[in-house]
């Protein structure tokens, strides 16, 4: 079974609906990020949690809330999702105690917004 | 500022050696990785170098510069199964991660 999982894998939404993407990690792991991916952009963090009580804005916050339920259950959410939140999300999880603290990715959620 | 600045695209032919490069700009600096990323797929963690010098790990070894802000990663004995896209990403202080955009290598027979 994978470590890090997303749900869903794929969605088609519409402009303005709201949508809740997941994710869960089996890993332990107190550490807990949102990253967006685009073409020619790279990787750039949305938002990030060190443990359940802890809640931080990354570089492209706007447009986006999160939540952090439990230790193993991170979601973000797009309150009224637009076209140009079309993107591939990542969840990751990352140890704190370990060296280096590696981030470890889940599979993306691939998100169209029409 | 922060910074990061990798080539975009690099070819290469199976069995030979590639070097892609990265050159980062940041005030606080903890170490530098290297992730692969495979189209549609999750980036994997290749490497990670904290203190200058080069670190080998199989076919794969990262160089870092930290009074020149440079790494590059080296591929040998390069596989078609190489083809991906390579991540360099530093953290500077709260475990952040910069990436850069990623280098697409293409390896070819």
């Known amino acids: 079974d994978a470590d890090v999982t997303q749900t869903p894998r794929n969605r088609i939404t519409k402009t303005g609906k709201r949508i809740m993407l997941e994710c869960s990690q089996t890993?332990?792991?107190?550490?807990m990020y949102w990253y967006r991916q685009d073409p020619g952009l790279g990787l750039r963090l949305i938002y990030y949690?060190?443990?359940?009580?802890?809640?931080n804005k990354g570089e492209i916050s706007d447009g986006y809330s999160v939540s952090r339920q439990a230790q193993a259950k991170f979601s973000l959410s797009l309150e009224s999702a637009i076209p140009n939140q079309t993107a591939l999300y990542f969840c990751?999880?990352?140890?704190?105690?370990?060296?280096?603290?590696?981030?470890?990715f889940g599979p993306g959620t691939r998100l169209t917004v029409l | 500022g922060q910074n990061i600045d990798q080539p975009t695209e690099m070819t290469a032919t199976e069995g030979a050696i590639v070097q892609i490069n990265c050159t980062y700009q940041?005030?606080?600096?903890?170490?530098l990785f290297w992730y692969q990323q495979h189209a549609g797929e999750a980036p994997t963690f290749l490497s990670y170098?904290?203190?200058?010098g080069l670190e080998e790990k199989g076919r794969f070894s990262s160089f870092l510069s930290r009074s020149k802000g440079y790494s590059y990663l080296l591929l040998k004995e390069l596989q078609m199964k190489d083809s991906a896209s390579y991540l360099c990403?530093?953290?500077?202080?709260?475990?952040?991660?910069?990436f850069g955009t990623g280098t697409q290598l293409k390896v070819e027979l």
């Open positions: 990751a999880t990352s140890d704190e105690w370990s060296v280096p603290d590696t981030q470890y």
């Open positions: 990403a530093f953290t500077g202080g709260g475990n952040k991660l910069t």
């Open positions: 890993k332990g792991h107190d550490r």
């Open positions: 949690s060190f443990d359940v009580k802890d809640i």
């Open positions: 170098n904290v203190l200058d």
């Open positions: 940041t005030s606080g600096f903890n170490g």
